[in-house]
């Protein structure tokens, strides 16, 4: 819990808790449970009064993860938390769906015009083995009928 507060604290103020030159000042810094006040400016008593709460230097004097949430003073903003941490998975599921019907229909579209070029494919080499055999049943026309009209008998 106290290290809850020294990140609340720190994303508030944008400083550390208990900044310190060495290590016997942070200690004794930590003791006294001694830091600046976060600004009543941008942020609630609410707010300023969990920090103060959850840096006690005492941990006894602390309060528990259960204690905390059920607070009553920050009843209403945890279920607005949990609200919305509810709404984000929801909008999260919903996007990755999305794109999974996108890549779906991607690959069907990519799948289907491989088996077009493949019978396209198929269907030209066919064609050359027929105008092959057309062409190679010993006419001069090549099967075509450009042969001179006088050779044949009428």
């Not at 607070?71 to 996007?95: C, F, G, I, P, W």
Request: charged residues 25%; aromatic residues 6%; contains cysteine.
């Amino acid at each position: 819990m106290w290290s809850l507060g020294c990140v609340l604290y720190e994303l508030c103020s944008l400083k550390l808790a208990f900044p310190s030159d060495n290590f016997v000042s942070l200690v004794q810094s930590i003791c006294r449970g001694s830091y600046a006040p976060i600004s009543k400016k941008h942020y609630s008593s609410k707010l300023s009064d969990l920090i103060q709460v959850l840096l006690r230097p005492v941990p006894e004097r602390r309060p528990s993860v259960e204690q905390l949430l059920s607070a009553s003073t920050l009843e209403k903003e945890v279920q607005n938390y949990l609200d919305y941490a509810h709404y984000l998975l929801r909008e999260t599921e919903m996007a990755n769906a999305k794109q999974e019907e996108r890549q779906r229909v991607e690959r069907e579209r990519i799948s289907s015009n491989q088996e077009e070029r493949e019978r396209i494919s198929s269907h030209s080499s066919k064609d050359g083995e027929c105008r092959e055999r057309v062409g190679s049943q010993g006419s001069n026309d090549a099967g075509y009928g450009s042969g001179p009209l006088n050779s044949v008998p009428l």
